[in-house]
């Protein structure tokens, strides 16, 4: 089957930085995304890795070996409105998006 | 900024009423997506549309969903005779479908369903 694997939830202060890791099992593979998605809204487009290596964008980076199928996103410099949940999500080989559960962060003062 | 518009933002049912859920994807996208989300849960796809027709569809995309592009804009999910458990959020999305973003999907803010 097809699994994606991330922590329920994690916390950090502002002004830190912190990584949320994803892995996964699918069947192929098109690429991984990240989304930020706030309560009760839509799932906000992060970033998109489909070769393996570090995407920067801004205050956040997004991480890709596909050997280890493993994917991490590190958010830095954080701020309160970054308290969200992240999902991870993999296009397989019939370019559906299969979703992780999401990752809860929640940012302290 | 394009975005993919969905309406009506909330929609209360009757239990075996049907729904018709409404999106206007972003303008020069080709690919089309719903997904639904119940709450607390993951994301779940439903379907993928493509040139006029579906390209993909999930276990949960059964008898009782269709799609349509009535249209050049809108793109429709229809729920012919809604369960209890079809109360969820559910979720348009489209995607370039060409160039380097091609599979990068968009969301709309969706569409919360409860049907009672």
């Known amino acids: 089957g097809q699994n994606i694997d991330q922590p329920t939830e994690m916390t950090a202060t502002e002004g830190a930085i912190v990584q949320i890791n994803c892995t996964y099992q699918t069947s192929g593979f098109n690429g991984l995304f990240w989304y930020q998605q706030h309560a009760g809204e839509a799932p906000t487009f992060l970033s998109y890795?489909?070769l393996d290596g570090l995407e920067e964008k801004g205050r956040f980076s997004s991480f890709l070996s596909r050997s280890k199928g493993y994917s991490y996103l590190l958010l830095k410099e954080l701020q309160m409105k970054d308290s969200a949940s992240y999902l991870c999500?993999?296009?397989?080989?019939?370019?559906?998006?299969?979703w992780g559960a999401g990752t809860k962060l929640i940012i302290k003062p | 900024e394009p975005e993919v518009t969905q309406t009506p933002s909330h929609q209360v049912t009757q239990m075996g009423q049907e729904v018709i859920l409404r999106c206007v994807p972003i303008s020069n996208h080709l690919y089309f997506y719903w997904y639904r989300q119940i709450l607390g849960q993951k994301v779940e796809f439903l379907v993928s549309f493509y040139n006029n027709e579906i390209s993909e569809k999930s276990e949960i995309f059964d008898d009782q969903f269709s799609v349509e592009r009535p249209d050049g804009s809108n793109f429709t999910l229809k729920i012919r005779s809604t369960k209890l458990e079809d109360s969820a959020m559910y979720f348009c999305?489209?995607?370039?479908?060409?160039?380097?973003?091609?599979?990068?999907?968009?969301f709309g803010a969706g569409t919360r369903l409860s049907v009672l």
């Open positions: 890795n489909v």
């Open positions: 999500a993999v296009l397989d080989s019939n370019y559906q998006l299969i």
């Open positions: 999305a489209s995607s370039p479908g060409q160039g380097l973003a091609k599979n990068i999907q968009y």
